[in-house]
């Protein structure tokens, strides 16, 4: 290119040169700078200085009630939980320095896996660096070429991730609609192999898969079942075992997906099975083999907390009171949610539009509270939504100042 030409390509493009591989980001970029220009703080850049408490920080100077966390069990601050942190870091070290398959699997992973098999009367568990890894590996190594996965179209993105990274063939399905996956599974070729991948809870409107369904459509076209339980362990089911459990067909499912990074309270991420060659996927799943594992102390943790959440049934039960109040709370004040009731311990808030909800989620933080700002491509439907996720460790009382928060809030911005 002449410097004639590539000045006017410059020109064009507002300032970047031609070839600017960051040119792609431009109307991101755009939306961005928009977004920031009406309001002072960066929902996408708060910075917890201090935490308290599971449910308390300190954010931009503000003493803040957390409700857009996912420490639905609050296991972060467990004096047990942190103890076993502590005892770990000085009797193993800061870090394994490699994978599990060479030098990176210490007592504490043997032991955290042991922990799942118990939590969970499964006979395989297998430890990943984080829940995203855990989706990627399981689904992009168990579905191969030829293949069919089945999968709902408002699957989490380590899903859709899971599925980019194999070779089989991936076949959406709208969400929660029972007959359209059933269609979608009958047009599969005879023979050919079938992964169903669903979700307990959806994060995104906290709304609860029909599992029960669901899991016999696939069972009768002989297709296996992963479901990913992120946001139900702990918390769901009488033994907090996810939604599979609760609704009475967590031994038809094949393979459950599971995350350290919430109601356990540190990070990591699993996949538990009982199939009977579920361990050969620690010599072939990529996302396993190529990566450190997880720290002593991280571990540690983690199989101190599944150990307490097993006992969990008060927290469960106050989780549960904290969740109904606040959506029959914000449903009284006028607010719109994601669903008619309330299904899991997300409670998530419709916004009229992105500029509506920025403005709500910072006169939220001027309230003195936290919670998430999501938008597209995370959320479906073009949706923008202040979604709320409570603690076991939130009080009654938190619940009233919260709602209080909303109705003042809401008023202010011109919602309800
Ligand atoms: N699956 C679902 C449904 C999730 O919501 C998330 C995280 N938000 C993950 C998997 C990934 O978990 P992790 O944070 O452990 O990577």
Not at 268 to 295: D, Q, W
Request: hydrophobic letters at 40%; a negative charge.
């Amino acid at each position: 290119m002449s410097e004639q030409s590539a000045k006017a390509a410059t020109a064009e493009s507002g300032g970047a040169p031609a070839g600017d591989l960051f040119s792609k980001f431009d109307g991101i970029i755009q939306t961005r700078e928009n977004l920031l220009s009406q309001g002072a703080e960066d929902p996408f850049g708060l910075v917890m200085e201090k935490v308290l408490s599971p449910t308390r920080a300190i954010c931009n100077g503000r003493d803040t009630i957390l409700l857009g966390t996912y420490n639905y069990m609050g296991m972060t601050f467990d004096p047990d939980v942190i103890a076993a942190g502590k005892e770990a870091l000085e009797k193993y070290g800061s870090g394994t320095t490699g994978s599990r398959v060479l030098n990176g699997t210490y007592q504490g992973h043997v032991e955290v896996e042991a922990a799942l098999r118990e939590f969970y009367a499964m006979d395989h568990a297998m430890v990943f660096s984080t829940g995203y890894q855990a989706n990627l590996g399981i689904i992009s190594t168990i579905a191969g070429k030829g293949d069919y996965i089945v999968l709902d179209i408002d699957s989490h993105a380590s899903i859709w991730d899971g599925c980019a990274m194999g070779n089989a063939e991936v076949v959406p399905f709208r969400h929660n609609d029972l007959e359209a996956m059933e269609k979608r599974l009958r047009r599969i070729p005879e023979g050919a192999g079938k992964l169903v991948v669903l979700e307990g809870v959806y994060s995104m409107l906290g709304d609860v898969a029909p599992l029960k369904e669901m899991v016999a459509i696939a069972k009768k076209y002989g297709a296996m079942v992963l479901v990913d339980e992120a946001h139900s362990m702990g918390f769901i089911g009488p033994n907090g075992r996810g939604v599979a459990e609760e609704q009475g067909v967590i031994d038809d499912v094949d393979f459950i997906i599971g995350t350290f990074s919430k109601s356990v309270g540190t990070v990591g991420g699993f996949c538990v099975s009982n199939h009977p060659k579920f361990e050969i996927m620690r010599l072939v799943c990529r996302p396993y083999v190529f990566t450190a594992s997880l720290p002593p102390s991280v571990v540690a943790t983690a199989a101190t907390s599944i150990r307490k959440l097993i006992q969990g049934g008060d927290k469960r039960a106050h989780l549960w009171e904290n969740s109904k109040r606040l959506h029959g709370g914000l449903k009284d004040l006028g607010f719109a949610l994601g669903t008619d009731h309330p299904q899991s311990a997300i409670v998530a808030v419709i916004m009229p539009d992105l500029e509506h909800g920025a403005a709500m989620w910072e006169a939220l933080l001027h309230e003195g509270l936290y919670v998430n700002l999501a938008r597209p491509p995370a959320t479906p439907a073009g949706m923008t939504l202040l979604r709320c996720s409570l603690c076991a460790e939130h009080s009654a009382e938190e619940v009233e100042t919260i709602l209080g928060m909303f109705e003042r809030a809401g008023k202010a911005v011109g919602i309800i």
